[in-house]
């Protein structure tokens, strides 16, 4: 056990390994580009973030990357530039993290939950295809836990019905879909990079597109409406004298957090290659276990953000405590949005979404778990099913 991982907990006799669902994996390359940035005295959108959105235009093959402050504001901003608002509908499936539906109603416009597939947490297609009305302007599939959604079907239902398709890629960062990397598909797709992303800013977000009229919007959304960063301005004659060419917000990421991005992005492979390995420990443990059943995936092609378990029988609050009472977080990801008070007036049934949150529980999956670590995570969960019949 990792020393790093223990705490005391009051009550217990002796501290005992605590293990988060997620933690981020920083080193010393990490500090030492923040501190290179806090001897420059440029804190502020820089050469930093150019690099970084640059850097993660190449991997996945994109003409444009606009990075911002978080993946909230991604989907916000991606929403806006395609002038979604007042009266228009964007079909979203319901099990999400509450940032998917704030963004979408910060516009004005009316989110339109739509059901997932039961085997995989990913949109089911067929059921957002029957909410399609007038006034729907957009699909937003989630990417769910890092693996992908049915992106031909996606993309055929968004060129028949003339609707625009924004993912919500949060989990997915190095995910691909057929070999194509997540983020060169859709019209616009979201990237978060938080805490526990697969990697991590600090705090900080990003959006792709192809489309250059799409990119320039997201330009001066991002940056108060202005088409160039202060750095920029800095470095050009004349600079200071600046034209707001629209409307925007203060989104932009700074170079505090894109030292922190370039640095991860370096890391990515690797990080890829530990989770995956973890989650194929953790298939292999709990495929054949009565009492779970594994969710679809491809690890072929899949960043996993973290690892999530079917807990049949009603068993999800019972093994969660008998998780915890052994220093093992878990979470459920995610309460379904159409069950928040401040979304009711958009609720609707939506079977598959209600009967997954019923059984979803996500266990520890980070880079810095050990093999140790993981086989004390299997062998607590094996024992809450051989003790409990």
């Not at 440029?42 to 235009?57: N, P, R, V, Y």
Request: aromatic share 8%; glycine share 8%; net charge negative.
């Amino acid at each position: 056990m990792n020393t790093a991982d223990k705490q005391t907990h009051v009550g217990r006799e002796k501290t005992v390994p605590t293990f988060p669902t997620s933690r981020p994996s920083l080193g010393a390359e990490e500090f030492e580009a923040l501190q290179a940035v806090f001897e420059s005295r440029w804190l502020g959108t820089g050469a930093l973030t150019k690099q970084f959105q640059d850097e993660i235009a190449t991997l996945l093959g994109v003409r444009h990357v606009v990075a911002v402050n978080s993946g909230t504001a991604a989907m916000h901003i991606a929403l806006e530039a395609l002038g979604i608002g007042g009266g228009d509908e964007v079909i979203v499936p319901s099990f999400t993290f509450v940032s998917t539906i704030q963004a979408i109603v910060v516009t004005g416009a009316r989110p339109v939950f739509c059901d997932i597939e039961l085997d995989s947490g990913q949109i089911d297609v067929t059921d957002a295809i029957s909410r399609i009305t007038p006034r729907t302007r957009a699909i937003l599939p989630v990417q769910y836990g890092g693996s992908t959604a049915d992106m031909d079907r996606l993309l055929q239902v968004a060129r028949e019905h003339s609707l625009r398709l924004v993912e919500d890629a949060a989990h997915a960062f190095g995910s691909t879909y057929r070999g194509h990397k997540i983020g060169s598909l859709s019209d616009i797709t979201c990237f978060s990079f938080d805490p526990i992303k697969n990697i991590t800013c600090g705090t900080g977000g990003a959006v792709t597109t192809n489309d250059d009229g799409l990119a320039y919007k997201l330009t001066l959304l991002s940056n108060v409406g202005l088409p160039v960063d202060s750095w920029t301005r800095l470095t050009q004659p004349d600079g200071q004298k600046f034209d707001v060419a629209g409307h925007g917000y203060r989104y932009r990421m700074v170079d505090l957090n894109a030292a922190i991005g370039l640095q991860q992005l370096r890391k990515a492979d690797q990080f890829r290659r530990r989770k995956v390995e973890i989650a194929r420990r953790y298939d292999e443990a709990f495929r054949d276990l009565p009492g779970i059943k594994l969710l679809r995936r491809d690890w072929n092609e899949t960043f996993p953000f973290h690892y999530a378990i079917r807990v049949l029988d009603g068993r999800q609050a019972g093994l969660a405590s008998h998780l915890r009472a052994s220093g093992i977080g878990t979470t459920v990801h995610f309460t379904p949005n159409h069950f928040h008070t401040a979304f009711a007036a958009y609720a609707t049934k939506l079977p598959a979404t209600e009967q997954l949150f019923n059984e979803i529980l996500t266990l520890p999956l980070y880079v810095d778990l050990s093999d140790e670590d993981a086989e004390f995570v299997i062998g607590q969960v094996c024992s809450f099913f051989r003790e409990s019949g």
